[in-house]
């Protein structure tokens, strides 16, 4: 399992990234895929997870409270990538962010996100005041 995300960058307040998520050397379709961030001497934070194929191409999000609204995941099979919309920034969004295989994606009722299986190299995202 090989996964790289990438697109960060340095945004202003208020601005977007679009993080991508490249797959490789596992089929990507039936996993669930999700985001993580972790800034320097904070704890690890699970934003976001979308679920394997639940059939005809339906997927499940999900998104943690403190960034809902604010990101959107979505998933492109057939290249092999998993993308996170981020819009709306703020300086406390600054953090390396990574993409990680779960287990399964949180219920809509749940607080949190299950921990992070395999993950790879994260990116930048530092949000300028």
């Known amino acids: 399992v090989q996964l790289q995300a990438s697109g960060g960058g340095l945004v202003q307040t208020g601005g977007s990234l679009r993080l991508s998520c490249a797959a490789s050397?596992?089929?990507?379709?039936?996993?669930?895929i999700g985001w993580f961030r972790q800034a320097p001497g904070k704890e690890r934070e699970g934003l976001s997870c979308i679920s394997g194929s639940v059939g005809s191409g339906t997927y499940t999000e999900y998104y943690t409270e403190s960034v809902k609204g604010r990101l959107t995941i979505s998933r492109d099979n057939a290249k092999r990538k998993v993308y996170l919309q981020m819009s709306s920034l703020k300086p406390e969004d600054t953090a390396v962010y990574y993409c990680a295989t779960y287990t399964a994606c949180p219920g809509p009722n749940s607080d949190s996100m299950f921990p992070p299986g395999a993950w790879g190299r994260g990116t930048l995202v530092t949000v300028s005041s």
């Open positions: 050397q596992f089929t990507l379709d039936y996993h669930a």
